[in-house]
């Protein structure tokens, strides 16, 4: 994701700056931001700079879907779940998978968890609880529709595939103008930057959990592992890689881990020594079944999505 925000924003500065801005310049800009925020310490500061993130990331996503949206009859067609013919430049299965890696990220059912712990939250906010996460499940449904509804009405429509983010850039201002590639941008510098808040917390987050103290930042052990796994972000600007061939490669992986991690849920969850009255009902266990089911799927597609790739190169 740090490598496409680089490239995007290079391309971008362009319009500004002759020859534009290195993007390992950016990519050290954007890492340096998240990890000062997180050597702050502060769940809070987290969380609040992170809302912002996705509240512009929101509105910028929104705002092109009206400008670049298909018509409504092609918008519906695509609700109907279907596996895309592959070609040569595209892996159906590992797009597929990525998509669903990237949505159905394993660690956000860590990082939600560990959130309503900072909270406070206990059994008496169960009701509140629901509606925050219904929420954000509706406006996580919302953005993506929107994105991907945009690409269909810009890239699907004229049969353009994306080998570099930065095709972009060129492809939207003539159909939409500059303010759209500028609205374009911003979206994706605030998709990009909050991708990586939880990327850098989530293993401190699991570390203090596992041993079950309370969750603090501000160890030096964790300061050095998130400057290591901050620092993971400029390998794609400094070895000039596909950042686009990278992320779905790195997304498809989250969707191979996903049935383990459904697995572990309903392991807990059944566990009456552990879950007492709150034990998982039968009803739960249906759905996390399906879900499960859904998950071993996703994991095959993302499996033969890996392994074709890997034997085409």
Known sequence: MMGILADICYEWSQNFID???????????????????????????????????????????????FILMPPATEILKGMIPKIPEASADKNAFLVIASMVGTS?????????????????????????????????????????????????????????????????????????????????????IAAGVSSQFPNVALLPWLLDDFHERKTNLKRTSYRIIALVISLLGLIVPIFNAKPIAVMVGSQAFGALVLPATVACIAYIGNKSGLMGEHKFSTTTNVILSMIFVFALFMSYMSYAGILSTLQAL
Not at 30 to 53: H, M, N, P, Q, R
Not at 151 to 168: D, E, F, H, K
């Open 19 to 65: 020859g534009g801005i290195s993007p390992l310049y950016f990519a050290m800009f954007f890492i340096t931001f998240v990890y000062v925020i997180f050597l702050i310490g502060k769940t809070d500061v987290f969380e609040k700079v992170l809302a912002v993130l996705v509240a512009v990331m929101a509105i910028c996503f929104l705002i092109n879907f």
């Open 104 to 188: 159905v990220f394993s660690g956000l059912f860590i990082l939600r968890t560990i959130l309503v712990k900072e909270a406070g939250w206990t059994m008496a906010d169960l009701k509140t609880q629901n509606r925050d996460a219904l929420f954000s499940a509706f406006l996580m449904f919302i953005m993506s529709t929107s994105i991907m509804a945009a690409a269909a009405g810009s890239l699907y429509a004229q049969g353009i595939t994306l080998v570099n983010v930065t095709q972009m850039i060129y492809l939207l201002e003539p159909l939409a103008g500059a303010a759209a590639v500028t609205i374009f941008t911003i979206g994706l």
